[in-house]
């Protein structure tokens, strides 16, 4: 499909408190709901505005129902949309402060310049 998708997904849900705790829980079912529900609606337009078209490839939807975003970074997601929304499902998790922070850094560091394209 696009990055566009990957990030509308990024974006929407990382907006929504229950929709971040939902993704933390089952994120197979919370990508197969917004890809379904979701992916086209026309953000900022009248509810029943809606594209056809849209869906995730094999690999978007994989990525996206196992939080891999060093998956999610090598197909072109953007690193701030990824980073802010994982944060707020994970650095719970971790002891010390930017806990997870160091973990999307050291599970990232692999990659060199130039970095994959995050353009949409």
């Known amino acids: 499909m696009s990055v566009y998708l ?5 974006f929407t849900v990382d907006r929504d408190p229950e929709l971040v705790e939902r993704y ?4 197979v079912g919370t990508v197969a709901w917004w890809e ?8 900022a337009c009248h509810g029943d505005e809606r594209s056809t078209w849209l869906a995730f490839t094999d690999a978007e939807r994989q990525a996206l129902a196992t939080h891999d975003y060093p998956a999610l970074f090598g197909l072109g997601a953007h690193p701030f949309l990824t980073l802010t929304l994982f944060i707020a ?9 930017l806990g997870f922070q160091l973990e999307y850094a ?11 394209d995050i353009s949409t």
């Open 89 to 97: 499902m994970f650095e719970r998790d971790h002891a010390e402060p």
């Open 36 to 43: 379904a529900e979701e992916a086209n609606r026309i953000l």
């Open 6 to 10: 990957i990030d509308k997904f990024l």
């Open 24 to 27: 933390r829980e089952d994120p």
């Open 106 to 116: 050291q599970r990232l560091a692999h990659y060199s310049m130039p970095y994959p």
